[in-house]
């Protein structure tokens, strides 16, 4: 999951940018293009006139060393400009050089200080790193749970090897309660991006469900991880009355272990019908959705 040095900048997020700075600027343009030569006195003109995307742009052209020598130590004072404005990539840029040193002393707290910055915004690798930071504890204090929660929003970015990574914490149980059923959802989504890794992972997981499913351990399931109405469990093969009764107490008894039943209730959210079951263990509370719509027809 580490990213090297740079490497992904490039990847450019839908920021909120001030109206003055157009992502499309002539010297941005010319970087986008890789016409580096070209792009370089384009983009010093720009960056000196407050562009913060031009800044950054000219920082990595130094940092990358792209048509002109590689100087980090030019590369930096450009990043930090852009990430005074609060332009993310820049952030994240200045969190790398942080993290391993490039033209400054190596400092991962700082680093982690920086990856936040740009990860808050969505930046997907500043979630990354900063989620590998907190699961090595390197610079900031070991906290999985946190981490799980950066992975997470990577891979609903649908980062792929973050889809991955999250599948293996789910069926490990590393910093989330391990849930076979979302590691399911997970490498499945990887693997419907066509990930070789992922699709093994998901056919593995598939026939681990078949041989449950054949043992009476869990009734066949289609839909999320139950976590909303959107993400909603939904059954199948599964018909009417006490039959669906049966499949969510199975469902809950298997993916929920140690979990107690304290309420169950219909609701109507767009017209269809769920059963929101809540949940305790450990002074801990959830809701699990399951979508019954078939059994009580389109609630009106």
Same mark, same amino acid.
């Not at 769920?274 to 002074?283: L, Q, T």
């Given at each position: 999951?580490?990213?090297?040095?740079?490497? !992904?900048? #490039?990847?450019?997020?839908?920021?909120?940018?001030?109206?003055?700075?157009?992502?499309? +600027?002539?010297?941005? =343009? =010319? $970087?986008e293009r890789k016409?580096? /030569?070209?792009? %370089?006195?384009?983009?010093? /003109?720009?960056?000196?006139?407050?562009?913060?995307?031009?800044?950054?742009?000219?920082?990595?052209?130094?940092?990358?060393?792209?048509?002109?020598?590689?100087?980090?130590?030019?590369?930096?004072?450009? #990043?930090?400009?852009?990430?005074? *404005?609060?332009?993310?990539?820049?952030?994240?840029?200045?969190?790398?050089?942080?993290?391993?040193?490039?033209?400054?002393p190596q400092d991962?707290?700082?680093?982690?200080?920086?990856?936040?910055?740009?990860?808050?915004?969505? $930046? !997907?690798?500043?979630?990354?790193?900063?989620? $590998?930071?907190?699961?090595?504890?390197?610079?900031?204090?070991?906290? %999985?749970?946190?981490?799980?929660?950066? $992975?997470? /929003?990577?891979? @609903?970015?649908?980062?792929?090897?973050?889809?991955?990574?999250?599948?293996?914490?789910? %069926?490990?149980?590393?910093?989330?309660?391990?849930?076979?059923?979302?590691?399911?959802?997970?490498?499945?989504?990887?693997?419907?991006?066509?990930?070789?890794?992922?699709?093994?992972?998901? =056919?593995?997981?598939?026939?681990?469900?078949?041989?449950? @499913?054949?043992?009476?351990?869990?009734?066949? !399931?289609?839909?999320?991880?139950?976590?909303?109405?959107?993400?909603?469990? +939904? #059954?199948?093969?599964?018909?009417?009355?006490?039959?669906?009764?049966?499949?969510?107490?199975?469902?809950?008894?298997?993916?929920?272990?140690g979990w107690t039943?304290?309420? *169950? +209730?219909?609701?109507?959210?767009?017209?269809?019908?769920?059963?929101?079951?809540?949940?305790?263990?450990?002074?801990?509370?959830?809701?699990?959705?399951?979508?019954?719509?078939?059994?009580?027809?389109?609630? @009106?």
């Amino acid at each position: 999951m580490r990213v090297i040095y740079l490497c !992904l900048c #490039f990847v450019l997020l839908a920021l909120a940018m001030p109206p003055a700075w157009a992502e499309s +600027s002539p010297g941005v =343009a =010319a $970087y986008e293009r890789k016409d580096f /030569k070209a792009a %370089l006195p384009l983009l010093e /003109k720009e960056a000196a006139a407050g562009d913060p995307v031009a800044q950054t742009k000219l920082g990595l052209i130094y940092a990358k060393g792209l048509d002109v020598p590689k100087d980090p130590k030019i590369a930096l004072p450009w #990043f930090e400009k852009a990430a005074a *404005q609060g332009h993310a990539e820049a952030e994240y840029c200045l969190g790398v050089a942080h993290d391993f040193g490039d033209g400054i002393p190596q400092d991962q707290a700082e680093a982690a200080i920086w990856y936040r910055k740009a990860a808050e915004k969505g $930046y !997907l690798k500043a979630q990354t790193n900063l989620a $590998y930071l907190l699961e090595r504890g390197e610079g900031v204090p070991k906290d %999985l749970a946190q981490s799980a929660s950066w $992975y997470t /929003k990577a891979a @609903e970015q649908g980062e792929i090897d973050s889809q991955n990574y999250v599948a293996h914490l789910y %069926l490990k149980g590393i910093g989330v309660e391990r849930n076979i059923l979302t590691a399911r959802i997970w490498i499945d989504r990887a693997a419907a991006q066509g990930d070789p890794t992922a699709k093994k992972g998901a =056919a593995y997981l598939a026939e681990e469900f078949e041989k449950l @499913e054949k043992e009476g351990a869990i009734p066949r !399931l289609a839909g999320g991880d139950g976590s909303s109405t959107t993400n909603a469990i +939904s #059954f199948p093969l599964v018909k009417l009355g006490h039959d669906g009764v049966n499949a969510e107490h199975k469902v809950t008894n298997f993916f929920f272990n140690g979990w107690t039943w304290d309420g *169950q +209730s219909l609701i109507n959210d767009a017209g269809r019908a769920y059963d929101a079951i809540e949940m305790s263990k450990n002074g801990q509370k959830r809701v699990v959705y399951f979508e019954v719509t078939k059994w009580f027809g389109i609630l @009106e």
